[in-house]
């Protein structure tokens, strides 16, 4: 990671609980049929998308250094990056979605460093290189997607989640580890596809994050734009699956037009997609991720702002009209009117002003929780936080002064009050009191023995999001993964295979000239005669080499293959008509 941040000042501006994440990418550990899996991919994807894909994917592929021959370094791909104000980093598959946002929003691209196996080359649920190396990064050189990317991560990161959200991630998860895992029993893997269908089918009321995962699904995954009759592709799960990319582009494949509807349009992430929707450009992107921004929680505040966090069950912020910021797990909200009239968080709390933490109102201060009162004074039309120090002294919210303030839903605060804090404008906005007692109706919530009795000011909920509002008032790095990336120990069949895969890499990048393909051929035949790749990469040498007899035999290999695995005879076709098109990426 050290190396990586010399490389690019972006990974800089990185918080310590996103760091939490990474891993190294152990570019060693890259076996020669993953580079050929890459390089087969690679040759096809710029032969397909050349004619479908938006204009800055083949452009992007060179601004960010992404090779057809070898998997991308990380190190190499951060030294580009930086120049388009960009950087990447490597993790184990899905991470959980606001950190998925939250790195979008640094401007910082998560590839999960892992790739797909060869059984699995047309497409993968799970995240890998090819899907992030290839797909997302070669767009992102496009100015106008670029910063849609980053605003989105900015949006999405404060998106409040469900309980059932995590749940989700975690079933999606497990699904696609054991599905690109070697060995995995059918059993569990139709076990754990019917448990994320199952999930997905009882959600219930969808949370913010569900539905702004929705928008990043149908843009930035399977995005298409230009026009319903005429789209190109731009999504990066078209981009990397060499299966969809071709599918989408048929008249199986329902064309819409992509509006803010597209927010209650839900996927299936284990089959096709059977419907996309087409932006007319980049910027339209944007129009619309802003029209769903303003239905969130983070632009309206108010009561459901409120209700989204207690039924999240985890860490957020509300945000008062004073911008005093409270960051906890919000347990309890009393309404009068529809209007939130108190809120409760219980557990470790923290108070801030613009995303920084009021000094002495961290946790340590406010370990069990946190209770304010939301509104106006009752009989008086001048809120507290719009009170100049006259208006204040009139009301006796003065220092010293024994007070009880009714508000107009009901809460009642009676007290000593010790003195208050001002914002930059002036603004009361907090309150601290001794001696104090908090009710509501015949409920007394705050006792004088408790304490000193904290009053955050402020007569609206103007914000409520996901996250602390400062970052460093709690203790963030705390992700444990219910479960890694699944990593086997080789059959020496498979350390037999990759040597001869090896040996033809190294002939094809001069490593190794003397190496006789024809016996490696011949290895091949005898010891691993279902393999349909290395074929193809022998032929491949032997074509552009004129050596006739040899295509010749690979031909009627590869021909009995087909016939024994009909399966993979289009891949085998379609590797075939590249090479001999003479198809290379320059």
């Known amino acids: 990671m050290k190396n990586l941040i010399e490389i690019n000042p972006v990974l800089k501006k990185l918080p310590k609980h996103l760091k939490q994440f990474i891993k190294p990418q152990n570019y060693e550990e890259y076996s020669a049929i993953d580079q050929a899996v890459w390089r087969y991919v690679m040759r096809k994807n710029v032969c397909f998308l050349s004619k479908v894909a938006h204009n800055s994917y083949l452009k992007g592929l060179q601004k960010t250094g992404i090779s057809v021959d070898s998997i991308p370094n990380m190190y190499g791909m951060n030294r580009i990056l930086k120049d388009i104000g960009w950087a990447a980093v490597a993790v184990d598959g899905f991470i959980p979605p606001n950190a998925f946002m939250e790195f979008q929003a640094?401007?910082?691209?998560?590839?999960?460093?892992?790739?797909?196996?060869?059984?699995?080359?047309?497409?993968?649920?799970a995240p890998d290189i090819i899907h992030e190396g290839a797909g997302h990064a070669p767009i992102i050189a496009n100015p106008e997607y670029a910063e849609y990317l980053r605003r989105f991560g900015e949006i999405g990161c404060k998106a409040i989640s469900s309980a059932k959200d995590y749940e989700l991630y975690e079933a999606v998860r497990h699904l696609s580890i054991i599905k690109e895992a070697p060995n995995s029993k059918k059993e569990a893997i139709k076990k754990a596809e019917k448990h994320v269908e199952t999930l997905q089918k009882n959600m219930g009321e969808p949370s913010e994050m569900a539905l702004i995962r929705n928008l990043h699904w149908w843009t930035v995954e399977y995005g298409l734009i230009c026009s319903v009759e005429n789209p190109k592709i731009y999504g990066a799960g078209l981009l990397s699956s060499i299966g969809e990319s071709e599918w989408c582009m048929t008249e199986a494949v329902k064309k819409l037009p992509y509006n803010i509807e597209a927010t209650y349009q839900n996927f299936d992430i284990t089959k096709p997609q059977p419907q996309l929707f087409v932006t007319p450009d980049f910027a339209h992107l944007s129009l619309v991720l802003e029209e769903f921004a303003n239905t969130m929680a983070v632009r309206k505040g108010g009561l459901s702002g409120v209700n989204k966090l207690i039924n999240s069950k985890a860490l957020g912020t509300v945000e008062l009209s004073t911008g005093i910021q409270?960051?906890?797990?919000?347990?309890?909200?009393?309404?009068?009117?529809?209007k939130p009239i108190y809120v409760q968080?219980?557990?470790?709390?923290a108070l801030a002003y613009r995303e920084k933490e009021l000094v002495g109102h961290g946790c340590e201060t406010h370990p069990k929780g946190f209770g304010c009162p939301i509104g106006k004074l009752k009989g008086i039309n001048l809120a507290i936080e719009d009170m100049s120090p006259r208006d204040l002294a009139a009301y006796n919210i003065y220092e010293e002064q024994i007070v009880t303030l009714e508000f107009e839903g009901g809460i009642t605060v009676s007290g000593e009050i010790i003195t208050g804090k001002r914002n930059l404008q002036g603004k009361i906005i907090l309150i601290s009191f001794k001696n104090c007692t908090v009710t509501y109706k015949d409920k007394t919530l705050f006792y004088p023995d408790w304490?000193?009795?904290?009053?955050a000011v402020g007569k609206d909920i103007v914000s409520a999001?996901?996250?602390?509002?400062?970052?460093?008032s709690f203790d963030l790095i705390t992700h444990v993964p219910s479960e890694k990336t699944i990593h086997i120990k080789k059959t020496e069949e498979q350390l037999k295979l990759e040597a001869l895969y090896q040996q033809?890499?190294?002939?094809?990048?001069g490593k190794n000239t003397t190496i006789s393909r024809t016996k490696v051929f011949e290895n091949l035949i005898e010891n691993h005669p279902s393999d349909w790749l290395l074929p193809v990469e022998i032929y491949e040498l032997a074509y552009v080499s004129n050596e006739e007899n040899l295509c010749k035999s690979i031909l009627n290999h590869l021909e009995k293959i087909k016939q024994n695995r009909p399966e993979v005879g289009k891949l085998i076709d379609d590797g075939l008509e590249i090479i001999k098109n003479k198809t290379v990426y320059s």
């Open 106 to 125: 640094y401007n910082v691209l998560v590839i999960a460093s892992d790739i797909r196996q060869l059984e699995h080359i047309e497409y993968t649920p």
């Open 504 to 509: 033809i890499r190294d002939y094809r990048v």
């Open 451 to 455: 304490g000193t009795y904290d009053m």
């Open 345 to 349: 968080t219980t557990g470790k709390t």
């Open 326 to 338: 409270i960051s906890g797990i919000f347990t309890n909200v009393i309404k009068n009117e529809n």
């Open 465 to 472: 999001f996901s996250g602390p509002a400062d970052l460093n």
